[in-house]
């Protein structure tokens, strides 16, 4: 019997690992360097551990979505979570990270309604930037996006390096994951989306969020965390790395 943190929503947490790091360029998938002696993937997952809804530990589906090949670091990260509260499913991912998204969002079992979609390139996302937006998606019943505010002055540019105008900052943010959705909606805004695949001049999207609010899915934005910084470059890894020991001296 799994325990029952709120007997209204069932949530799974699909966490897209299956991209190959080129811009970072290690000598593995991105997913699986480690910061401080854990693998992108396995910050993930601890954070997943600890998470709580309402008050109550979580529980629920986590689908981690890896490169070919990986699935077998994958299942030693799914022994890592406690599995009274959480079924774990490795699932191979796809070219792009909508289809790895995809994959994910084929591996959810039926009772699974409300779902997180989440970078493992952004390892070090504290639980309450999930609680948020699990609160958020459970409490206005539209689609969550954490994100923080920009802090630099905003610039626009023309291809040959004339700075055209400075833009308004104040109605910008910088959007992070995990990103909530209903699952009904997040599945057939992707849906929809697979659709156009061969036509990515139609859609453009980059996140969840502009997959749902291309077809018409409304999103809100939550509070989001520096930490929830993401691993692209080679520098990203040192920044995280500092962050983290930052941040743990100051708890
Ligand atoms: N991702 C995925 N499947 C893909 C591509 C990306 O699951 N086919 C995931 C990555 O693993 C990452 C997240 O989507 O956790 C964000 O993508 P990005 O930062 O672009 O990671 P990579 O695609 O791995 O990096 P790069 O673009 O430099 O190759
Ligand atoms: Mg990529």
Redesign the pocket.
């Known amino acids: 019997m799994h325990p029952v943190a709120h007997p209204l929503f069932s949530l799974g947490i699909i966490i897209?690992?299956?991209?190959?790091?080129?811009?970072?360029g290690a000598a593995k998938?991105?997913?699986f360097i480690e910061i401080a002696g854990a693998s992108l993937l396995q910050h993930c997952a601890t954070t997943v551990n600890t998470l709580k809804v309402s008050g109550q530990p979580a529980h629920g589906q986590l689908v981690l979505?890896v490169p070919e090949g990986q699935a077998p670091a994958a299942f030693d990260v799914a022994e890592s979570l406690d599995r009274d509260r959480w079924q774990v499913t490795v699932v191979t991912?796809?070219?792009?990270?909508h289809?790895?998204v995809r994959k994910g969002l084929g591996a959810l079992g039926p009772s699974i309604d409300t779902v997180l979609v989440h970078?493992?390139?952004r390892p070090l996302t504290p639980a309450d930037v999930f609680e948020r937006v699990v609160t958020a998606v459970h409490e206005t019943g539209v689609g969550a996006v954490p994100g923080i505010r920009i802090v630099d002055s905003l610039k626009r540019v023309d291809a040959d390096g004339t700075v055209i105008r400075s833009e308004d900052r104040d109605s910008l943010i910088r959007a992070q994951t995990p990103q909530g959705f209903s699952r009904r909606v997040l599945e057939e805004a992707h849906h929809s989306a697979a659709l156009l695949a061969s036509h990515p001049e139609v859609l453009t999207a980059t996140d969840d969020a502009a997959v749902v609010q291309h077809f018409g899915g409304r999103v809100r934005w939550v509070e989001g965390s520096p930490l929830a910084h993401?691993?692209?470059e080679p520098d990203d890894v040192l920044l995280l790395a500092a962050m983290r020991t930052v941040s743990e001296q100051s708890s």
């Open positions: 897209v690992a299956a991209g190959r790091g080129e811009r970072l998938p991105k997913a979505v991912g796809g070219r792009d990270r289809e790895s970078d493992a390139a993401k691993v692209t």
